[in-house]
Nanobody, 117 residues
Framework: QVQLVESGGGLVQAGGSLRLSCAAS????????VGWYRQAPGKERELVAT?????????ADSVKGRFNISRANAKNTVTVYLQMSSLRPQDTDVYYC?????????WGQGIQDTVSS
């Protein structure tokens, strides 16, 4: 069982910033792709951003230039951060951390971010 510990998020006004963090403790995850996805009620979960072991990033078009994903690898822990700036009301969603290391594809419990207009 993979445990992903998410933190951050909350309520912010449009134009503001939030930072999400997600930590996974297991040495095998240091070499995993990690990322963030989001999901609105009644909609499919969608990519926000991912980052590979080598630091290669991939962003959804809707967040490019506003969000920044980064990671920190320790000996047995990988932590992924999502710095969100210039937030818009349409960024309101539940955000999920993901760690992908085949055959493992694990998700955090989700964290609510709300952007008020």
């Amino acid at each position: 069982q993979v445990q992903l510990v998410e933190s951050g998020g909350g309520l912010v006004q449009a134009g503001g910033s939030l930072r999400l963090s997600c930590a996974a403790s297991n040495s095998i995850f240091v070499n995993s792709r990690v990322g963030w996805y989001r999901q609105a009620p009644g909609k499919e979960r969608e990519l926000v951003a991912t980052i590979s072991t080598g630091g290669i990033t991939n962003y959804a078009d809707s967040v490019k230039g506003r969000f920044n994903i980064s990671r920190a690898n320790a000996k047995n822990t990988v932590t992924v951060y999502l710095q969100m700036s210039s937030l818009r009301p349409q960024d309101t969603d539940v955000y999920y951390c993901n760690i992908y290391s085949p055959p493992i594809d694990s998700w955090g419990q989700g964290i609510q971010d709300t952007v008020s207009s």
